[in-house]
T-cell receptor
Framework: EAGVAQSPRYKIIEKRQSVAFWCNPISGHATLYWYQQILGQGPKLLIQFQNNGVVDDSQLPKDRFSAERLKGVDSTLKIQPAKLEDSAVYLC????????????FGPGTRLTVL | GQQLNQSPQSMFIQEGEDVSMNCTSSSIFNTWLWYKQDPGEGPVLLIALYKAGELTSNGRLTAQFGITRKDSFLNISASIPSDVGIYFCAGSQTGNQFYFGTGTSLTVIP
């Protein structure tokens, strides 16, 4: 079974530029999460999708961050414009549904904002 | 968001030693999870706990759901070099949204 795929693995941009990350969850997984992991900290939930609907985006900085999962499969996370404090690893995770706690994480995208 | 504090922040141990770490929260959780994260990878689930007082093992790993429901503990027995990594606890009140701890970095010296 293929795991959660993310791209790119690394991205370096200058502040005020825009950036987008892509996630392909495990086939058949209805729930998808985006987390932000700042160096030395645990992952922090940004947004949770159930199929193509948003379940929770209370911690997403909506003035600059946006995410979508149009067909209930792949998802993109965008930052526009980026700030220095957005430097972090952005992790995508998926799980089959609400009946299991096992989230399968992708390898993440490491973003550096200069 | 919820604050989960893990201690110790880092550990340096000899191969073969046992390891203990804990996680505390200001809020009550109904689910506690323990993850391991290797460099450049996402976290991998080790153990899940669902009831206060529950003790669950996974090989050399044993985790406990604290009776106050505000803490959890992870023990690793007879550590080996591949145990190196960062261990995170995560708690949930709803089983849907999970809050992660600050992490414990483990170094095993051969």
């Amino acid at each position: 079974e293929a795991g959660v795929a993310q791209s790119p693995r690394y991205k370096i941009i200058e502040k005020r530029q825009s950036v987008a990350f892509w996630c392909n969850p495990i086939s058949g997984h209805a729930t998808l999460y985006w987390y932000q992991q700042i160096l030395g900290q645990g992952p922090k939930l940004l947004i949770q999708f159930q199929n193509n609907g948003v379940v929770d985006d209370s911690q997403l900085p909506k003035d600059r961050f946006s995410a979508e999962r149009l067909k209930g499969v792949d998802s993109t996370l965008k930052i526009q414009p980026a700030k220095l404090e957005d430097s972090a690893v952005y992790l995508c995770a998926s799980r089959p549904g609400v009946s299991t706690d096992t989230q399968y994480f992708g390898p993440g995208t490491r973003l550096t904002v200069l | 968001g919820q604050q989960l504090n893990q201690s110790p922040q880092s550990m340096f141990i000899q191969e073969g030693e046992d390891v203990s770490m804990n996680c505390t929260s200001s809020s009550i959780f109904n689910t506690w999870l323990w993850y391991k994260q290797d460099p450049g990878e996402g976290p991998v689930l080790l153990i899940a706990l669902y009831k206060a007082g529950e003790l669950t093992s996974n090989g050399r790993l044993t985790a406990q759901f604290g009776i106050t429901r505000k803490d959890s503990f992870l023990n690793i027995s007879a550590s080996i070099p591949s145990d190196v990594g960062i261990y995170f606890c995560a708690g949930s009140q709803t089983g849907n949204q999970f809050y992660f701890g600050t992490g414990t970095s483990l170094t095993v010296i051969p």
